[in-house]
C-alpha cells in the first residue's frame, strides 16, 4: 500500500506560482511513477505531468509545458509540481498518483491522494 498526501494548494492571483507537493509513504517508489492531475467542476480528470521515479524523466501534458515543473526528492519520498504563471483556467482539485509505469491515463496510477485544491483569480 501507498498513502499520498498533497499539500500546497491555495488562493492565488494570475500570473503567481505555487508549489505542490504529495508526500508518499507506504511502499517503496522504486521503479515507479508520479503522476498528477486536475480535475474542474463537470469536467474530467485531466493529465498534467509524471514522472519515473528512478530516473527522473518526466512528460507533461501540452497544455502546461513551460509553465509546470514536475521533481522528486527521493530521499524524502516526496513529488513536486511547480506551477507559474498561473491562469484562471488552472483552477482546479490538483491531485497526485503513484503507479507502476510512466502514464497520461488515470486508469495507469494504483494510488491516489485526497487532492488539494487551487483557485487563480483574475
Known amino acids: 500500500q501507498v498513502q499520498l498526501v498533497e499539500s500546497g494548494g491555495g488562493l492565488v492571483q494570475a500570473g503567481g506560482s505555487l508549489r505542490l507537493s504529495c508526500a508518499a509513504s507506504g511502499r517503496t517508489f522504486s521503479n515507479a511513477a508520479m503522476g498528477w492531475f486536475r480535475q474542474s467542476p463537470g469536467k474530467e480528470r485531466e493529465f498534467v505531468a509524471t514522472i519515473s521515479w528512478s530516473d527522473g524523466i518526466t512528460y507533461y501534458a501540452d497544455s502546461v509545458k513551460g509553465r509546470f515543473t514536475i521533481s522528486r526528492d527521493s530521499a524524502k519520498n516526496t513529488g513536486y509540481l511547480q506551477i507559474d504563471s498561473l491562469k484562471p483556467e488552472d483552477t482546479a482539485v490538483y491531485y497526485c498518483?503513484?503507479?507502476?509505469?510512466?502514464?497520461?491515463?488515470?486508469?495507469?496510477?494504483?494510488?491516489w491522494g485526497q487532492g488539494t485544491q487551487v483557485t487563480v483569480s483574475s
Open positions: 498518483a503513484a503507479g507502476n509505469v510512466v502514464a497520461a491515463s488515470p486508469s495507469r496510477y494504483f494510488y
